[in-house]
């Protein structure tokens, strides 16, 4: 299984960046996609960005040319470099892993724990 830790949240103001982070540890074949999603009180949790094995990414609308992504395959992390803030950005942001514990078989999904974004207008 794979275990996910996100770190680098905080509180910061309009306009301002926050780096997050996420390491994978566990016992797995690799992981295939890693992501970022996002969840504010009383909104569905939604996705943010996602990037595959080969560093491939894809981005919501909401974040695109303020966000980037980055992953380091041989660490098992990723980054996710957050520019000009905006208070709508304020959420909890959850890591996400599909990985393969036996090639053999289909992926498995695995969530963090989240950390706190707020950002302040």
């Known amino acids: 299984q794979v275990q996910l830790v996100e770190s680098g949240g905080g509180l910061v103001q309009a306009g301002e960046s926050l780096r997050l982070s996420c390491k994978a540890s566990?016992?797995?074949?690799?992981?295939?996609?890693m992501a970022w999603y996002r969840q504010s009180p009383g909104k569905q949790r939604e996705l943010v960005a996602t990037?595959?094995?080969?560093?491939?990414?894809n981005f919501a609308d909401s974040v695109k040319g303020r966000f980037t992504l980055s992953r380091d395959n041989a660490k098992n992390t990723m980054s996710l470099q957050m520019n000009s803030l905006k208070p709508e950005d304020t959420a909890v942001y959850y890591c996400?892993?599909?990985?393969?514990?036996?090639?053999?078989?289909?992926?498995?999904?695995?969530w963090g724990q989240g950390t706190q974004v707020t950002v302040s207008s």
């Open positions: 996400t892993a599909r990985y393969y514990s036996d090639p053999r078989r289909p992926p498995d999904d695995s």
């Open positions: 566990g016992t797995f074949f690799n992981i295939r996609t």
């Open positions: 990037i595959t094995s080969d560093g491939s990414t």
